[in-house]
């Protein structure tokens, strides 16, 4: 039976949670410094497993040494300034065979290299849990584009107030799962006004456009306006078009291709919830040794370039004077 550890059961780790209830079997140990945040989270667990065949239990516990020696695959779920603490103190009393960590993987750009080493070390693959890569959308647009052999891709993220600090990253790794991009530049000069308290205390927003562009000729926009509104992700390359309404109720892909005239098409697309998908990274690094999710090497130099454009925008626009990036 799969043996997993959930460290950090708050919003998101209850929907990775309720995922889990769609494996077949499974022991999962929940930790979390906060009973509340466990018992909403078993509340959502069980709304879930009462629909499935789900075999197994989950273990609620306050203190990691309640953890068995061994589990196969650790979510680490907390927000990114508890993250790095949270790696450390699982590994006094667990050995993984496979880590998930939530996106912002650290608020420190030292903690990135650092955790890498102790992967390394130990020889535990680590994946970071950029979950676009899953999405259907974007992986029949990959294989579209890379059949096209257009090798001109522009991405534009348009919306309104949908935390280009904290979920910037997001679109980032989407840029590099479609582009194979490894190495870009990031350019701050487009942000607006001064950065502000994000809704949740203690992380900061920012509002504008942030521009990134690779050594292949590929560029993104990832704009952020300051009223509401959907957000859209737009791919232009010299061969095709396609909007994804991923803000909305229903999304819409709308589309169009050079060899079409530029016929525009559209229809309605699948954004998976959370609680959707989990399992699946469960069972593919079970069955595979890996998973559609970035490799935490992978995704480090981005965090690393992310966090340190934010820092510089943060020290030069609000006087920020931390070591620490404070986005989430
Ligand atoms: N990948 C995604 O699509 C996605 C979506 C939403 C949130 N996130 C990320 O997930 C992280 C968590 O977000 P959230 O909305 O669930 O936050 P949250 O505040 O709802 O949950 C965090 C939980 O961590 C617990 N916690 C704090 N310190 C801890 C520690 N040392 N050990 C164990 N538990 C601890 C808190 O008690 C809380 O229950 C953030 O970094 C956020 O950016 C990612």
């Known amino acids: 039976m799969v043996r997993i ?45 009462s629909t499935t065949d789900f075999v197994g239990n989950c273990h609620l516990v306050t203190n990691m040494a309640a953890f068995p020696a061994h589990v196969d695959v650790a979510f680490i779920t907390t927000t990114a300034q508890h993250r790095r603490q ?18 912002v993987l650290f608020q420190r750009i030292q903690d990135l290299e650092e955790v890498k080493a102790e992967l390394h070390h130990r020889g535990i693959p680590g994946y970071v849990n950029f979950p676009r890569r899953q999405y259907p959308v974007y992986q029949q647009l990959k294989q579209s584009i890379l059949a096209d ?15 280009l600090a904290c979920n910037g990253l997001h679109f980032i790794d989407l840029f590099s799962f479609i582009t194979g ?31 990134v562009t690779d050594d292949r000729g590929n560029s993104m926009a990832l704009s952020c306006l300051e009223e509401p509104f959907a957000s859209n992700v737009s791919i232009t390359t010299t061969k095709r078009w396609m909007t994804i309404s991923e803000g ?12 079409d005239g530029w016929k525009p098409e559209s229809a309605p697309c699948i954004i998976p919830y ?42 030069t626009h609000m006087g920020w004077n931390h070591d620490y990036c404070p986005i989430t």
């Not at 990274?281 to 690393?304: F, I, N, R, W």
């Open 248 to 259: 909305v109720a229903q999304p819409m892909q709308a589309s169009g291709k050079a060899n």
């Open 181 to 211: 991009s490894e190495t870009f530049e990031i350019d701050a000069k487009g942000l607006t006004g001064v950065p502000f308290e994000s809704k949740r205390a203690g992380f900061f927003e920012v509002n504008g456009t942030l521009r």
């Open 149 to 163: 052999h257009d090798r001109s891709i522009h991405l534009q993220v348009t919306g309104g107030q949908w935390g």
């Open 5 to 49: 550890a959930l460290i950090g059961a708050g919003q998101i780790g209850s929907r990775h949670l309720q995922a889990l209830a769609h494996l077949p079997e499974a022991e999962i140990w929940i930790y979390d410094v906060s009973e509340a945040s466990l018992q909403v989270a078993i509340e959502r667990f069980q709304q879930v497993s």
């Open 86 to 103: 949270a790696f450390d103190q699982m590994l006094q009393h667990t050995m993984p065979r496979f880590v998930v960590f939530e996106k």
């Open 274 to 315: 959370q609680s959707q998908l989990s399992h699946l990274v469960v069972q593919d690094l079970m069955k595979t040794g890996t998973c559609d999710l970035p490799s935490y090497d992978e995704a480090l130099p981005p965090h690393a370039k992310f966090l340190s454009t934010l820092l510089t925008h943060f020290r």
